[in-house]
């Protein structure tokens, strides 16, 4: 018989109940016990909708991030936070978010440096190692919900990071070797391996993605060395491998001595003869077969087609997994009341993918005909989308075909550009701006609903949001700002507000999915060919231009970003439909300049995470996407500033693309980084203006102004202090106004002072 698991499940809850939870204990609003208690309550449901498995994930649970649970695991806790006295859980929130509940300003400590897990827009919290880093193994997280799902009658497989993995992960803060460490590291993981047997686990899924990208001949080496050495434990380890294909990993993996390797076979589907040539006759196959990334039902008939000839080869060693952890989708489909029923019908969530695993299961177990009825209403539902006349748009098509290099050219290089844009402008050296949201108050969020519940009128609505963009525009003037922004009051998020004007877009009332912490967004869903009907900032921009004499950015997100938080169609190549959005987007540029707008930032903060796992394959990506961005930006007259931002990301890797990208003046994250980013215009001489982002908004602690001043010092060793620029590292819309204020206050402090110090002249 087929076995059926799962390798993670969302985690925030169907109506984000753990955001709430969270964000209540963090505001000293509740306490540990209700926090612990909700969460108990949270894994209670998860672990039932998943109960018709025959193995659920337990430890896929977390208050914040997985791979910080690990460290604590390991007993890797940076030394700012162990030594310091409380409950373990506001040590942990401290090194997720710089605070917990309670702490007042003076015992802040520096959050953990934050990044993308591989390519998705899950963020985690990133280890931390130096040469003398220790590991003492703390298993009592895991433990103790390993005996909670017992008590509830569950079969499990608890979920752990692989060694390699975990150590690839992270970063060495003093030049270190990070795989030095795996000698000591290795025991660790055997004593918890041999605590899990001794709780009753059987099977572990020890997951090691990194086995789908590029590795060098020493961190091969390391896996060999790893799995050698925790062969002898009493528990039978799957090896879990997702996001890409092994390639020529893929022997190394299949010798590895574990008792069953789980393949991404959505990514990977090419590979799967092959690993079943290589692997030993003894292993168990987990195959990925439902795409945990993305949320188009699975085409369960032609699934069946290529996995019935692989059961006949592996018979009871083959077991059925979505592709990865399911917290990269929302929950339920089924909750869902608003969403067109056609669109719907072409969809499936969390639960309904758990559905499709379980009818490929009882259709290889105890044939076709037992599921007739649900494989025909499948492919009913396949045939709809693809013959849906609501898909294809031939004007869009035509508009596609008809691009070439020329749509990406600004007129002027950019010098030329920054000399009349420095006459038009006249900014002070070290110019402040921020990357555009304010805080979204209770005011505001409760204004939106009514709006959309049609409880609130379209002239009230308008009324309402042009109070708070006024109100914006006097605190940055009150402030000192150089160049302001309107606060995005009327925006639910960058990337769904664009989506819900335009054609192609459909969205979700209850999609959300995390994306670090607390933060969860709700990706709309693109189903067709991509257009702009009309304007979609030109007024709200327009409006907040006349309340200022200061120049007023106008706020737009990119189509490389709108495309990667997005869930994207799956019946086109992804080049294609990114175009599609560079000409909506370019589209709106075009009626900013004309309406008299002379800065037009663009957000390019995804542009990264869609690389390809291996660098081999990232220059097409990086071609086409650069090219969107090009696309749509630079149809402007040489006056009209372009910037750009990006956010939370290793850039040193691709910096000429991002150079090629042509912006004017370009914003990204270095707060947490220390400034580390810059590093690598050390030996790259970064053509345009830049603002390395000098105050960690993902963090409720206020910079001062000394702090900023450090920071921008580092920065001006690198980049000419004429071509600097002095803001946030992200958007403020997560914060509240008592500590945007003050850091902002700082921020503009520290450029002033800035100013005496270096008293640079800018072009102009």
């Not at 162990?82 to 401290?94: K, M, Q, T």
């Not at 018979?315 to 056609?342: F, I, K």
């Not at 495309?563 to 009626?591: K, M």
């Not at 803001?727 to 945007?740: A, F, I, M, S, Y």
Request: negative net charge.
């Amino acid at each position: 018989m087929v076995t059926t698991h799962n390798l993670g499940f969302p985690r925030i809850g169907a109506k984000r109940e753990l955001k709430f939870g969270l964000e209540s204990y963090w505001k000293g609003l509740s306490d540990q016990e209700t926090l612990t208690s909700l969460a108990a309550q949270l894994r209670a449901l998860h672990w039932q909708q998943q109960s018709v498995l025959d193995f659920i994930p337990v430890g896929d649970f977390s208050f914040y991030d997985q791979v910080l649970d690990m460290s604590f695991t390991l007993g890797n806790v940076p030394e700012r936070v162990s030594g310091r006295e409380g409950i373990a859980l506001d040590n942990y929130f401290r090194v997720a978010r710089g605070r917990s509940a309670g702490d007042s300003d003076c015992s802040c400590v520096h959050a953990g440096e934050m990044t993308k897990w591989f390519d998705t827009n899950y963020h985690y919290i990133v280890p931390e190692f130096t040469a003398d880093t220790a590991f003492n193994l703390d298993a009592s997280r895991l433990l103790a919900q390993i005996e909670e799902s017992r008590a509830q009658g569950h079969q499990i497989k608890p979920v752990i990071i692989g060694p390699v993995s975990y150590l690839w992960l992270g970063k060495s803060k003093d030049a270190s070797d990070r795989l030095a460490l795996l000698e000591r590291l290795l025991p660790v993981y055997a004593e918890l391996l041999n605590a899990l047997s001794e709780a009753g686990v059987t099977w572990v899924q020890i997951d090691e993605p990194v086995l789908v990208t590029e590795l060098s001949a020493e961190w091969k080496h390391a896996f060999t060395l790893a799995y050698h050495h925790l062969k002898s434990t009493p528990v039978q380890l799957l090896l879990a491998t997702y996001f890409g294909a092994l390639q020529d990993n893929l022997q190394l993996t299949c010798e590895l001595p574990v008792a069953g390797l789980h393949l991404d076979a959505i990514s990977a589907q090419d590979e799967v003869s092959r690993v079943i040539d290589w692997l030993p006759a003894h292993k168990v196959l987990s195959l990925g077969v439902i795409n945990g990334r993305n949320v188009w039902k699975t085409d369960l008939n032609a699934t069946l087609e290529w996995l019935i000839p692989v059961y006949q080869k592996l018979s009871s060693r083959l077991w059925l997994a979505p592709s990865c952890s399911l917290l990269h989708v929302p929950v339920d489909l089924g909750v869902e009341t608003q969403l067109d029923t056609e669109v719907s019908n072409w969809l499936a969530f969390a639960l309904q993918k758990l559905e499709e695993l379980q009818v490929l299961a009882t259709a290889l177990n105890k044939g076709r005909a037992s599921v007739e009825a649900e494989l025909t209403e499948n492919a009913e539902a396949i045939a709809s989308r693809r013959n849906s006349r609501r898909v294809h748009n031939a004007k869009v098509k035509s508009a596609v075909a008809e691009l070439d290099s020329a749509w990406g050219q600004r007129a002027s290089d950019y010098a030329q550009r920054a000399t009349k844009q420095g006459k038009l402008l006249n900014l002070p050296a070290f110019p402040t701006t921020t990357i555009g949201s304010f805080p979204q108050t209770t005011e505001i969020r409760q204004a939106r609903q009514q709006f959309r519940a049609g409880r609130l009128n379209t002239a009230d609505y308008t009324t309402l949001m042009q109070k708070e963009i006024q109100r914006c525009v006097e605190e940055q003037e009150a402030l000192g700002l150089d160049v302001l922004v309107h606060g995005e009051a009327e925006r639910n998020d960058m990337v769904e507000y664009f989506g819900e004007q335009l054609e192609g877009y459909i969205f979700s009332q209850f999609g959300w999915v995390q994306s670090y912490g607390s933060r969860c967004v709700k990706p709309p869903i693109i189903y067709g060919d991509i257009a702009r009907p009309s304007a979609m900032t030109v007024t709200w921009t327009g409006y907040a231009q006349s309340l200022t004499q200061k120049p007023m950015k106008g706020m737009l997100t990119g189509p490389v970003t709108i495309l990667n938080w997005s869930f994207v169609r799956d019946d086109q190549p992804r080049a294609t439909t990114c175009y599609q959005l560079a000409l909506a987007i370019r589209e709106e540029v075009l009626e900013l300049e004309k309406s008299g707008v002379q800065i037009i930032q663009i957000d390019e903060a995804a542009l990264r995470e869609g690389l390809p796992l291996r660098k081999s394959q990232w220059q097409s990506y990086l071609d086409w996407a650069v090219a969107s961005f090009r696309i749509a930006a630079n149809g402007v007259k040489d006056e009209t500033q372009i910037h750009t931002h990006m956010c939370y990301s290793e850039f040193n890797d691709i910096i000429q693309a991002i150079a090629d990208m042509d912006a004017d003046v370009i914003t990204i994250e270095t707060s947490r980084s220390d400034m580390e980013l810059l590093d690598v215009f050390d030996d790259f001489r970064y053509p345009n203006e830049i603002g390395p982002g000098v105050y960690d908004i993902h963090s409720p602690n206020i910079p001062s102004e000394t702090q900023v001043v450090k920071l921008m010092k580092k920065a001006a060793q690198r980049i000419p202090v004429e071509r600097l620029w002095v803001n946030p590292d992200c958007g403020l819309k997560t914060r509240q106004w008592d500590e945007v204020r003050p850091a902002l206050k700082n921020m503009v402090a520290a450029a002033q002072a800035l100013r005496k110090a270096y008293a640079p002249v800018r072009a102009n």
